[in-house]
């Protein structure tokens, strides 16, 4: 049997838990005397002991579980994931239906109703991340309750979290048919290679499909396009299809030359005819300047963190930073594409790194198009805090 614990929610806390915040805090809850075995059901109780919400215990980065149900009486067991799983099944009705897009997010967890899980759709195939040990041990019951719902040709998994304080990132497959990788799938007609079975990484991140869709289709006819921490190059090959005249990758990960190759491939594009370059993006920038090489669309897509042997990057504190190297190669009348995922800040601040920028160096700027998060990534209804995604089209006016 699964171990209910109640844990009484501070009053500071109250409001946003019963407004429908699904996370649970460290700090929101009275301190855990006891320990809490991962994957234990919380009663959250107020200050009076009444009944607020259930939630599960799973520690994360983040919070140390998320809330599942505000009504006492509700189970957690198959029948209530079977439920979550139908509800976000119907939601993406059109991208099931879509013949252009055949990869997506079937599961945004808490937006979905179930933190620490999100499921992803390719081409059939189901590929589950479980974020806690917590959210693993339902593994069974969710495992049914997604093959009741959908039938999936095959399905994978990823563990992003640590077990017995080792870092578990490894990919698994679970059933169904064995897939065959590369896996194509398609995006708004693009192809891209993915996969489910060779580490962290697919090779595509779903949520910036609408950027490189708006990429392919207004800022890249007879444009040349510098792509910075460009990984697999899933913008240079949008970028390509949309008519660039060049495209250039950078990214100092090795297997981005052999993976970059492979998405021009797939979509018939000439490698040979773009240029990819294994190495930092910092001395790429250096290197253009002292070339005097310009471009028409900058993108800036870098991790919310990095660490290399000569510096540590982080986005929170760097991002003014790379926007000024941006735009030293940046064409006058240049777009730069500015992205992070960073959820530790908001919009508001990420337009007062690029403010800032911009205002230093005396350039003129116009904000021409934003994104956030697309709708197969849902966000928990009144929480934007949880939509991490941030990407801004700077019009540089020189
Ligand atoms: N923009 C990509 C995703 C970027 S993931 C896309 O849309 O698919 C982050 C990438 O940054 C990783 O591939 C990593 O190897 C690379 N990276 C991290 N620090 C870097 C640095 N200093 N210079 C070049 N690449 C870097």
């Known amino acids: 049997m699964r171990q ?3 844990i009484k ?21 009275e301190p855990i005397v006891s320990p809490i075995e991962e994957g234990s059901l919380l009663r959250l109780v107020d200050s009076f002991d009444n009944y607020v919400a259930t939630g599960y215990y799973g520690v994360q980065n983040k919070g140390i579980g ?7 009486k509700e189970k957690i067991d198959i029948k209530f994931f079977n439920k979550k799983i ?27 109703g179930v933190g620490g899980l999100t499921i992803d759709f390719f081409n059939g195939f189901y590929m589950v991340s479980w974020y806690s040990e917590g959210i693993y041990s339902f593994r069974e019951d969710i495992y049914q309750a997604l093959n009741e719902v959908v039938k999936p040709r095959g399905v994978y998994e990823k563990l992003r979290f640590n077990k017995n304080g080792q870092y578990m990132e490894q990919d698994d497959y679970v059933s169904g048919e064995k897939g065959e990788f590369p896996l194509i799938v398609k995006e708004n007609g693009m192809n891209y290679a993915v996969y489910l079975n060779d580490g962290a990484m697919t090779g595509i991140f779903l949520d910036q499909r609408n950027v490189r869709a708006a990429l392919r289709d207004k800022y890249s006819k007879g444009k040349t396009i510098l792509n910075t921490f460009s990984y697999t190059g899933a913008f240079s090959v949008a970028a390509a299809l949309g008519g660039s005249i060049k495209t250039t990758s950078v990214d100092l990960a090795k297997r981005s030359l052999p993976k970059t190759i492979e998405q021009f491939a797939v979509n018939g594009i000439d490698f040979e005819l773009q240029d990819i370059k294994v190495m930092n993006v910092f001395d790429y920038f250096n290197y ?16 919310s963190f990095a660490r290399t042997k000569k510096m540590t990057f982080s986005t929170a504190k760097d991002y003014p930073k790379l926007l000024k190297d941006a735009l030293k190669v940046t064409n006058d009348d240049g777009i730069i594409i500015a992205s992070t995922n960073n959820a530790s800040f908001h919009m508001k601040k990420f337009k007062t790194f690029i403010d800032n920028a911009f205002t230093e160096t005396n350039t003129r700027y116009k904000i021409l198009e934003e994104h ?4 197969d990534f849902t966000v928990p209804h009144n929480f934007p805090e949880f939509n991490y995604l941030k990407v801004v089209f700077i019009k540089v006016i020189r």
């Open 372 to 375: 956030r998060l697309p709708e």
């Open 9 to 29: 929610i501070k009053q500071i806390a109250m409001k946003a838990i019963t407004n429908g915040y699904p996370l649970i805090l460290k700090d929101a809850v």
């Open 66 to 72: 998320w809330v599942l149900s505000r009504k006492e």
């Open 288 to 303: 253009a300047a002292r070339h005097g090489l310009k471009y028409d669309v900058v993108v800036l897509d870098p991790p």
């Open 4 to 6: 209910i614990v109640n």
């Open 86 to 112: 139908r509800d976000a099944v119907k939601k993406r009705a059109n991208f099931y239906e879509s013949e252009d897009t055949t990869a997506f997010r079937v599961f945004n967890g808490e937006g979905d």
